[in-house]
């Protein structure tokens, strides 16, 4: 017989993030329509010659297509803004993720407002599935994660309640007959993390640098944005010629140009990468046929640093925090878990993985409130008697 489970949203706190994401879509919604309205009475007065609203003249081309160019980035983020907040609203009022195993393929279905995806993990391709650490220095739990044999990791669902996601997870262990100690990253030191390319070249040592697809993907787009600035560049230029005014705009866009250029050359021609030699990591630069060193590492370790919104960062650096981190992403450790171990297997530098365990943080968390206990018992009678609705409420939740 096979196992389902169901995950809907859960928590009074979604509705507060609703409302709040309800009123900034009126004004998303607002602001994207006026743009709109702007863009296209600009098209029209371009095009036809008309004068615009509130002026006896037609717009000029230079100065009329550097705005527009800069409206339509402006609302190209904006509505990346505004489909990314909808979506979160969805995912508070309006989802459901179902997991399904039957006859050895794990199915996974997700409803994001009308919209359905769905996915399948054959059993043979799963190694572990877990419940991964919440954010921060509480022991919270997070989603539920499957890792797959080739160190892909697949977030089944951040649904429903924090006990439904751990009771999916051992039930899921128990029916796929997997090991009982979460081992995610921690198994797949041969395998190097996504996102990331080795290259081997036919002489020298081997270059490991970020994904090179994703890079030409951002290079063509970022190429793309510098040709059309170089284009209104050249009107408004060439429109500053016989208007002294718009020689401002000119250099602004002059300077804009100048920097996307730069920006579009370097994805094109250069590159950060680090050099995989026995017993070390050398940092260079490149950028087309010159090479400089940077840095060099024989050690590496992952930590974990708390900013001040309280958001934890994962940092895969130096022991001593000196020169470039290899990589520093927010809220969850597996990729520089990962990236650390495979570093250490093809290199044989030391690796030490210093983010707190679950035990360690539920330790520490103890040891706060059982601080915070004696506080109130020497606090005089006010505090007394909060301890005793704490432990009351302690009771209660037990």
């Known amino acids: 017989m096979g196992l389902s489970f169901r ?19 009126v004004g998303w919604l607002l602001a994207e329509t006026i743009v709109l309205g702007l863009l296209g009475a600009g098209a029209r007065s371009l095009l036809l010659g008309l004068p615009l609203a ?13 705005i527009g160019g800069f409206l339509v980035v402006w609302l ?3 509505t990346v803004g505004g489909v990314l907040a909808l979506r979160q609203l969805l995912r508070c009022l309006w989802a459901e993720d179902r997991l399904s195993l039957e006859d050895g393929t794990l199915s996974l279905s997700r409803r994001l407002g009308p919209f359905r995806t769905r ?12 419940v991964r650490s919440g954010r921060g220095a509480a022991p919270a739990l997070g989603p539920l994660v499957a890792e797959r044999r ?12 924090p006990q439904q996601r751990a009771e999916a997870a051992a039930a899921l262990q128990v029916a796929l007959a997997l090991p009982d ?17 080795c290259l081997e070249p036919s002489f020298g040592s081997a270059l490991l640098v970020p994904e090179r697809r994703r890079r030409r993907r951002q290079a063509v787009a970022i190429s793309a944005i510098a040709l059309t600035l ?54 260079q630069r490149r950028f087309g046929s010159g090479l400089r060193e940077l840095a060099e590492l024989r050690a590496l370790q992952l930590r974990e640093h708390l900013d001040s919104d309280g958001d934890a960062w994962y940092i895969l650096a130096s022991p001593d925090g000196a020169g470039r981190p290899i990589l520093q992403v927010m ?27 679950a035990d360690e943080r539920l330790a520490a968390r103890q040891q706060e409130l059982e601080r915070l206990r004696r506080q109130l018992a020497g606090s005089g009678r006010w505090g007394r008697l909060a301890l005793r609705l704490l432990e009351g409420m302690e009771r209660r939740g037990g």
């Open 331 to 357: 809220g969850d450790p597996q990729e520089p878990r990962a990236l650390g171990q495979w570093l250490a297997h093809r290199t044989g530098i030391p690796f030490e993985d210093a983010v707190p365990s």
């Open 76 to 78: 190209s983020l904006w």
């Open 119 to 130: 996915q399948r993990l054959a059993d043979r391709t799963i190694r572990q599935v877990m």
């Open 7 to 25: 995950f809907r949203p859960c928590g009074a706190g979604r509705y507060a993030e609703a409302a709040f994401l309800g009123v900034w879509l």
């Open 181 to 197: 100690v979460p081992t995610v990253g921690r198994a797949s030191a041969g395998a190097l993390p996504r996102g990331w390319d």
């Open 54 to 66: 509130g002026s006896s003249l037609p717009a000029s081309p230079g100065p009329a297509l550097a």
């Open 230 to 283: 170089a284009a209104i560049l050249a009107l408004t230029l060439q429109q500053a010629r016989f208007e002294p005014s718009v020689w401002p705009l000119g250099l602004m866009l002059l300077a804009l140009t100048l920097g996307v250029a730069w920006a579009s050359a370097w994805l094109w021609l250069g590159r950060l990468e680090w050099r995989l030699e026995a017993r070390r990591l050398v940092l």
């Open 150 to 161: 080739d160190g892909q990791v697949v977030t089944l669902t951040d649904l429903g309640t």
